[in-house]
């Protein structure tokens, strides 16, 4: 069965701080895709990354980076010198590949509730 | 914007009642699944469809049902409404696993 943890419910920084967002994934699959989305008050969620599970390699974008390690399952998010526009709810989220016409559903963790205080 | 768009954005119906939401994919996706959100936690995948076809649900009772049209727009149905389907519900549109792109919307209340 396929599981997403965000154990982290709620984390609150000062602005300028950094802050890192955990997530644990389980799969079975041997080919995966793992997201991260944002969902601030307005509620559309905001498509950030996607990392198929072949590629291990780090990336960077602006202030967001993702550290993902197989070997641990786990796919964290970190935002460096964060910013109130930051606030949001974080959602880690795992798909199967949909090769051969397998449903390629989003299973997501419960979110993690960023407050960012200036 | 994602160019996904969901109608109407919010909505208020009476337990017992039917509902259809809708859902404008992306140009070019042909994949539209529909997730509901309840307050607090993370979105819960309900259905998808794929060139009109449902493919694939998820635990959900039968009597949420949806529609995908020709031009790959889809509708969602709940009959007999009851209370715990309040919740934001999601559509979402991708080609295959190419990342989904949500819409914003749309918030039911159930009374």
């Known amino acids: 069965a396929q599981k997403v943890t965000q154990a982290q419910t709620e984390i609150s920084v000062v602005e300028k701080e950094d802050v890192t967002l955990d997530c644990v994934y389980e799969?079975?699959?041997?080919?995966?895709?793992l997201f991260w989305y944002k969902q601030p008050p307005s509620g559309e969620l905001v498509f950030l990354i996607r990392r198929n599970s072949f590629d291990e390699q780090n990336e960077i974008s602006g202030r967001y980076s993702w550290n993902f390690q197989k070997s641990t399952s786990s796919f964290n998010f970190t935002i460096t010198a964060s910013q109130v526009v930051d606030s949001a709810v974080y959602f880690c989220a795992l798909s199967r590949d949909s090769y051969g016409g397998a449903t390629n559903k989003l299973i997501f963790g419960t979110g993690t509730l960023l407050a960012v205080q200036p | 914007e994602t160019g996904v768009t969901q109608s109407p954005t919010h909505l208020i119906k009476t337990r017992g009642q039917q509902v259809t939401l809708r859902c404008s994919s992306q140009s070019g996706h042909n994949t539209v699944s529909w997730y509901q959100q309840a307050l607090g936690q993370g979105p819960q995948f309900i259905f998808q469809?794929?060139?009109?076809?449902?493919?694939g649900r998820g635990n959900f009772p039968p009597r949420f049902s949806g529609l995908q049209f020709p031009n790959y727009s889809s509708e969602l149905n709940v009959n007999a409404l009851e209370l715990d389907d309040s919740a934001l519900y999601l559509c979402?549109?991708?080609?295959?696993?190419?990342?989904?792109?949500f819409g914003q919307g749309t918030r039911l209340t159930v009374v």
């Open positions: 799969t079975r699959d041997t080919t995966y895709y």
């Open positions: 979402a549109s991708s080609w295959g696993t190419v990342e989904a792109f």
């Open positions: 469809y794929y060139r009109e076809e449902e493919n």
